[in-house]
């Protein structure tokens, strides 16, 4: 795809921004989602905007379409101030978005889906289908979107259900469309397609916000890219004039001369025991041909954008996927993969992706739930005697420094970073000698987020190994060891040093000439660059 | 992140709750299973205004006996319901699980009713139970292996189980019980009959597993959030499979003590029960989307639902107006649970 940048053709005629947002002010809480954030998209225009979790472009989405308010801030569309908050129709006339999960209705067909909710003139007035299906074939033609509007939207391919939603988001009137990582599940020529389409909307005068984690695609879409870090505005430039690294520069803050990453450590000796080992696991869909060895006292790092495969390998070390081919080895023995009770005898915690879903049963307490993965200790016989697990509980509560009422509170009264701390506390209630945390820190405040990695360091002290799987850099700068995963393949090995750029960049699947020190393999580049 | 998080105001929030002192209205929670105890106080005040008959041991036994069979479905239908699961079928099985037990003991000729004559008398009752846990079983199956919608399983499983006891009995009550089947649900021990004692033990076991026991507690990890239970190292399917057989066989037990106390397995034995049950679990505090309640509260619940039964008889309120009444007074006790302790019923 060719790097050149199509010139905003309306925006030369007219100067007022389809958007402006100045100042804009969100707090959740005690946490600040946007500081003062501002971004101006001109008609026409399309605008990127970058930045890493928890950076605040959610917030900044959902704040743009309408569903929050912000605490302070101007917002404006095309010079007039934004509709009154919950108009839903008046908001919908001046911005559309098109999320990452989809919002068609698959039972339906594309024209339902198109007008849904007005698919007749009044509530009493009967749907005439003929006519629902010919407004839509005119809707569709008059944005150039060959797809049959009788076809029930679960047949259509992800870029035509893509399609029909950006064709319904203009049919509000909208001249200024959101992209919420739009092509996270397409494959390479879906994608192509995509940004064909979006070219030519673009003619028509259509203007996007395309938020994305391929920094490729900036590249090859867009005319002007912001990045906002830490929930604050960092820059905003036209594309051709930022390069590669001062792009990645401004997302991570850290400058590409300085090498230094966090403190020095000492390295783990190679004759260290391995305590895990991963050799040639496949995963159909997930992860192909990864090996990986963690030594004793090793914390390492398993990085990886969302779709990288890095959590699903973690998860499979805990037992709750069965890979295809390959074996792990947990202390010289081999494990029984897809059995989590295998994994925990044979001394694997896990602290899962999603507390929420994966970790929390919120309306029991924190001592049943940071004792859920013991189940020897409590009692003989398989009780559970409620002397016991309070003084488990409580020795768990202080070991981790859970704030909390007391044992019995249920854990839905504690703040995020309690709740992720009795997650942690369930992980290693076991005494585990492999901890694979996943994502541990997330959503967690600075200090606890500190406290979570040093804990997780006493853990490899103690003899264990640790694999930390994630994409945050202040948890991987804590690793002795960090490998980046691209595509399901590991695309390269870091030893502490590494900048953070040279990290992004091998997450992102654009492993450049400044690699470090050694990499290994070489990573399936995306092919839609 | 330093940003985003205003630490101090964080801190400040968590350590604003003291350690020790704990405040009043948090500890209200804790009780909420005996959210239905007053009303329980209430309705005994209210019999002993209307009737003298009200407060003697002769109708607060009868009320307890009749409660048993209820209360063991609602016994089954608690722990299935805190493991996140349903079965409407119980209100079957304490029908057709007595009606197998009969067709394969009593003998072919004889009696009115022909039964095949396999096995002998004695097994009536152990005969009966399996009957329940294959019943259980075969739901499991089909909700946990096939992964079929546990409501409509199940409802089909009524509609089925009842149509068997029909197609067995040819629409006719059992009357010619072996001894051994009818002797638990018709005799007393101390002057109380032996199905409330059976009840009181089988609820206090049943409470204990839940309290005290690690694959009890599972079931509230369970019903809470089965993904976390299951990440955690719980065998989230076996265990939910277990209770739904152990609920089953519970359910056949209740139809031996029903036989006995009534001498004959009646063809409509528990037949639209499954209302009575889901209402004396929901209104003793058992959550319907799983995870939470106590099987105390699930015995207020029948307790409540039964008093108000006696009462009413007592207070001579025509037999017609029951059923209006039995409706309004659940619906009245959802309203004060719901209040009572302060949750969304969801």
Known sequence: ??????????????????????????????????????????????????????????????????????????????????????????????????????????????????????????????????????????????????????????????????????????????????????????????????????????????????????????????????????????????????????????????????????????????????????????????????????RSGEVVGLAGATASGNVRLGETVAGLHRPQAGRITVGGRELRTGDVPSALAAGVGLVPEDRHLQGLVTERSVAENATLTVTDQLGPYGTVLPSRTRAFAQRMIEDLDIRTPGAATPVSALSGGNQQKVVVARALATRPRVVVAIRPTNGVDVKSKEFLLDRFRQVADDGGAVLIVSDELDDLRSCDRVVAMFHGRTAGEFEPGWTDEQLVAAMEGMAGPQDPHKVKGTPSHASHD | MPATTDAAASAGTTTAVPTAGRRPGLDLKRYRDLSLVPVLLVLGLIGFIVSPAFLTSDNLIGVAQQSTELSLLVLAEALILIAGRMDLSLESTIGVAPVIAMWLVLPSSGGRFHGLGLLPAWTSIPVCLLVGAVIGSVIGFLVLKLQLNGFIVTLGALTMLRGLQVAISQGQSIVDVPHSFRYLGSTSWLGVPAAVWICVVLFALGGSALAWLRHGRALYAIGGNSEAARTAGIRVERITWIVLIIGSTLAAFAGVLYTGHYGSVSADQGNGWIFQVFAATVIGGVSLNGGRGTLFGALTGVLTLQLVVNVMTLAGVPPLWNQFLNGAIIIVALVISRFASGEKQE
């Open chain 1, 1 to 294: 795809m060719a790097d050149t940048v199509t010139a905003p053709l309306a925006g030369t005629a007219d100067p007022t921004p389809v958007v402006e947002a100045t100042g804009i002010t969100k707090r959740f809480g005690a946490t600040v989602a946007l500081q003062d954030a501002r971004i101006t998209v001109a008609p026409g225009e399309s605008h990127a905007l970058v930045g890493r979790n928890g950076a605040g472009k959610s917030t900044l989405v959902s704040i743009l379409t309408g569903i929050q308010q912000p605490d302070g801030g101007t917002l404006l569309f095309s010079g007039s101030p934004a509709p009154a908050f919950g108009d839903t129709d008046a908001w919908r006339s001046r911005v559309a978005c098109v999320y990452q999960r989809s919002t068609i209705i698959g039972e339906l067909t594309v024209a339902e889906n198109l007008f849904l909710g007005r698919q007749s003139q009044g509530a009493l007035r009967p749907i005439r289908w003929k006519e629902l299906r010919r407004r839509a074939a005119d809707l569709l033609a008059e944005y150039r979107v060959e797809v049959d509007p009788a076809a029930r939207a679960q047949d259509l391919t992800v870029e035509q259900r893509q399609f029909v939603e950006i064709a319904r988001a203009l049919s509000f009137g909208s001249r200024f469309i959101i992209l919420d990582e739009p092509t996270a599940k397409l494959d390479a020529r879906g994608i192509d397609r995509l940004f064909a389409k979006l070219r030519q909307l673009q003619e028509q005068g259509v203007a996007f916000l395309f938020i994305s984690h391929h920094l490729q695609e900036v590249y090859d879409l867009c005319s002007s890219v912001t990045v906002y870090r830490d929930a604050r505005h960092i820059l905003t430039a036209p594309v051709a004039e930022l390069g590669h690294e001062a792009l990645v520069e401004a997302m991570t803050g850290e400058s590409g001369g300085s090498g230094a990453a966090g403190p020095a450590r000492r390295t783990v000796p190679a004759d260290a025991p391995g305590v895990l080992e991963i050799s040639d696991l496949e995963l159909p869909g997930a992860y192909t041909g990864v090996s990986l060895a963690v």
